[in-house]
């Protein structure tokens, strides 16, 4: 089992709508969450942290779950420009690899 | 300000060639890392650096080295190619060094070199 999981996609959606993912993560040492975004054969930039009370960024919505070990990202209002693969990242102080990151989840935003 | 220089965008070698994938950043961060990238997997760390001389192995370390004589550069070395290689490269920088705990730490990424082995 990946130690961060992710729903691979891809999200088909219309402009206008609202959509959102979910990240797994099995180690519970695991500390400090991120997502990153990554646009077709480009560099992973990172969109946002995840607060443990949750934390909203214009459209962007993150949520952190630690009792059933899960991260959100809620995109209102979807853009064509929103059309990337989301990355789950999750950050462990036990480990030298510091972070590991999901496989990802594809967003196509149609007109 | 270039951030993180990858050299070569593109690369294609036979297996059992050697070549050396360049990074290079100028924003003096202590923190260097090489990622690899393939299809269904997430990013996965090959070596990482935490300051000028100190370097250490990721997750997948096997078939490659690394050295870092400068904060600037971080060069990947493949010694004998092999096809299980081909993926897309990623060097990415932070500013702490020792104190990089992937807290709160924004990664810079290079553009990526996408490389094949045949």
């Known amino acids: 089992r990946k130690e961060v999981e992710q729903d691979p996609g891809p999200f088909n959606v219309p402009e206008g709508a609202t959509v959102a993912f979910n990240c797994t993560y099995s180690n519970s040492a695991s500390q400090s969450f991120f997502w990153y975004r990554q646009d077709c054969r480009k560099e992973p930039k990172l969109l946002m942290s995840?607060?443990?009370s949750g934390n909203e960024d214009g459209r962007f919505t993150a949520q952190l779950n630690r009792a059933s070990q899960y991260i959100s990202l809620l995109i209102r209002d979807s853009k064509l420009s929103d059309s990337a693969t989301y990355l789950c990242v999750v950050s462990r102080m036990d480990s030298s690899y510091k972070l590991i990151f999901g496989s990802g989840t594809r967003l196509l935003v149609r007109p | 300000n270039a951030g993180v220089t990858q050299t070569p965008k593109f690369q294609v070698l036979k297996t059992g060639q050697s070549m050396t994938l360049q990074c290079a950043q100028d924003?003096?961060?202590?923190?260097m890392s090489w990622y690899r990238q393939d299809p269904g997997m997430g990013l996965r760390l090959i070596h990482y650096s935490v300051g000028a001389g100190i370097t250490d192995q990721g997750e997948v370390p096997n078939g490659y080295n690394v050295s870092r004589s400068t904060t600037e550069d971080f060069p990947l070395r493949l010694l004998s190619a092999a096809p299980s290689q081909t993926s897309v490269y990623f060097c990415?920088?932070?500013?702490?060094?020792?104190?990089?705990?992937?807290?709160?730490?924004?990664?810079?990424f290079g553009s990526g070199t996408q490389l094949s082995v045949l």
């Open positions: 990415a920088s932070s500013p702490q060094g020792a104190a990089f705990n992937g807290a709160n730490e924004k990664l810079f």
């Open positions: 995840v607060y443990s």
């Open positions: 924003m003096n961060h202590e923190y």
